[in-house]
């Protein structure tokens, strides 16, 4: 009897822990089939792309996918409808292309199976404590879709060719822990650099909550320190200008603020 009830005690808590852990993204499903947001294909220059929220080392972190199944996918000559795809894994590769461990792989899903049916969609959120040393790290979310007109499992990676090219890229920032943003908007909000991406200069506005010194600077993607200004905050708008004519192409991170009070976002420097 008593490993029976600690058999449903345990029953119990993982059907709690895997119960609806996200919620799909429901304006994709107009876009039409595959897994979204879309992989960057733009070297980071448009944000709504690939894994757009940024990480940090020995810190808690968590990503929402949503999938739109789609009715059936080309192998070579022959459309094989599609009747389900389950989720198999989610897997790392650093610049080098070896496998590595980020502390991002773990995952959950809105079904407790991780099972989507056709002309569903569904999400998948990927996280936990990054253990990861800053970087830049390239995910595969490998699943497998079936099909009655097709005898085996087709294995179906994102990103793919067949609905959209690009990189799934997850970078990770030196331990700089975000707070709630409910406690970071307390302060700063409405960041944003225009142009981005910028060839000489751009302008960073940004609005607070009261009057403060404050701090702005720029990291490359390793976390290290290129830029750093004291800046004077007044309530309400404010913006501050950033010449970056002097840094090589690529991208960077820019934030406001200093210490657990600050705000950041990527921003891309193109010649």
């Avoid at 808690?60 to 989720?87: A, C, E, H, R």
């Avoid at 497998?144 to 990770?172: K, R, W």
Wanted: charge should be negative; aromatic fraction near 10%; glycine fraction near 8%.
């Amino acid at each position: 009897m008593r490993i029976l009830l600690l058999s449903l005690i345990s029953l119990l808590a993982f059907t709690i822990s895997n119960a609806q852990v996200c919620t799909p993204d429901t304006s994709y499903i107009q876009a039409g089939p595959g897994l979204y947001p879309l992989p960057d294909n733009t070297m980071g220059q448009d944000t709504t792309l690939g894994i757009n929220k940024l990480a940090y080392s020995n810190c808690s972190y968590d990503f929402t996918f949503t999938l739109v199944v789609p009715d059936s996918i080309d192998l070579g000559t022959q459309t094989v409808s599609i009747d389900s795809i389950i989720l198999q894994n989610i897997a790392f590769r650093d610049t080098a292309g070896v496998v590595v461990t980020t502390g991002a792989e773990n995952y959950g899903c809105d079904t407790a199976d991780c099972i989507w049916r056709l002309e569903t969609s569904g999400c998948i959120k990927i996280g936990g404590l990054i253990t990861a040393p800053p970087g830049q790290y390239y995910a595969t979310i490998n699943t497998q879709a079936f099909s009655s007109d097709f005898p085996v499992a087709i294995n179906l990676e994102f990103p793919n060719t067949i609905f959209a090219q690009g990189e799934y890229v997850l970078t990770v920032l030196p331990n700089n822990c975000p707070v709630n943003v409910e406690q970071v908007v307390s302060n700063f909000s409405s960041i944003k650099a225009s142009p981005n991406p910028l060839s000489d200069y751009t302008t960073i506005s940004f609005e607070s909550k009261e009057n403060l010194s404050t701090e702005f600077s720029v990291y490359n993607l390793l976390g290290k320190q290129l830029y750093n200004s004291q800046l004077e905050v007044l309530q309400g708008e404010n913006s501050v200008e950033f010449q970056g004519a002097q840094f090589p192409a690529g991208v960077y991170v820019y934030s406001i603020g200093h210490g657990i009070d600050r705000i950041t976002e990527r921003l891309v420097i193109s010649k």
